[in-house]
Nanobody, 126 residues
């Protein structure tokens, strides 16, 4: 499995921006679909965004469309989540995830990814 380490979380005001990075090690990610999930306090992890192995296709939760952008650099083994126009409801622990997909899931869920990072806290103050 690939090991994932997130960075870039922190405290930001409503309307602000944060850039989360995910550094992968152990294996090249160029065969992996990569993504981000988040877990608000007291809730289950929820899908945020995903990107195909080539970067040619991206997928977003409706709640973040138009505000968040996922990208990847296979040469650097990294994935980035750029988050703009942040809202208090974006407050959560954000996890980087990875999996080799044979077929793109019809509805992306936590079970579609086998490798998870330790998470990074994002707090948006009102």
């Amino acid at each position: 499995q690939v090991q994932l380490v997130e960075s870039g979380g922190g405290l930001v005001q409503t309307g602000g921006s944060l850039r989360l990075s995910c550094a992968a090690s152990g294996r090249s990610i160029d065969s992996y679909a990569m993504g981000w999930f988040r877990q608000p306090p007291g809730m289950e992890p929820e899908f945020v965004a995903a990107i195909s192995w080539s970067g040619g296709k991206t997928y977003y939760a409706d709640s973040v469309k138009g505000r968040f952008t996922i990208s990847r650099d296979n040469a650097k083994n990294t994935v980035v989540l750029q988050m703009n126009s942040l809202k208090p409801e974006d407050t959560a622990v954000y996890y980087c995830v990875a999996e080799i997909w044979g077929v793109v899931p019809a509805h992306i869920g936590s079970g579609d990814f086998g490798s998870w990072g330790q998470g990074t806290q994002v707090t948006v103050s009102s």
